[in-house]
Nanobody
Framework: QVQLVESGGGLVQAGDSLRLSCAAS????????MTWFRQAPGKAREFVAG????????GYADSVKGRFTVSRDNAKNTVMLQMDSLRPEDTAVYYC???????????????????WGQGTQVTVAA
């Protein structure tokens, strides 16, 4: 059973930074691309950022491009999301996610996700 545990959320002011971490269980972490999603109140869960299994390729939603950076440490089974220049519209629960099948590249499609973390709340005050 795969477990994903996010940490690092909190309440910050607009313009501040936060660093989210996701710790994954299991010995096959490096075989899977990983993705971050978020869900704001009353809205659908949306893609934020993805990273290939070797960390060599990353991608971002247009709304966070240039402000967020995704990275991973396969030796520590961890994927991170560095969030800079935070805005009130970034307020959401952030989820770490892993697909069902091993793949080189990440997918932004929620339907490809088999495992979700419990989420961590990020609140950005104006």
């Amino acid at each position: 059973q795969v477990q994903l545990v996010e940490s690092g959320g909190g309440l910050v002011q607009a313009g501040d930074s936060l660093r989210l971490s996701c710790a994954a269980s299991g010995r096959t972490f490096s075989s899977y691309a990983m993705t971050w999603f978020r869900q704001a109140p009353g809205k659908a869960r949306e893609f934020v950022a993805g990273i290939s299994r070797d960390g060599g390729s990353t991608g971002y939603a247009d709304s966070v491009k240039g402000r967020f950076t995704v990275s991973r440490d396969n030796a520590k089974n961890t994927v991170m999301l560095q969030m800079d220049s935070l805005r009130p519209e970034d307020t959401a629960v952030y989820y770490c996610a892993r697909p069902m099948y091993s793949s080189t590249s990440y997918s932004a499609d929620r339907e490809s996700i088999a495992y979700w973390g419990q989420g961590t709340q990020v609140t950005v005050a104006a």
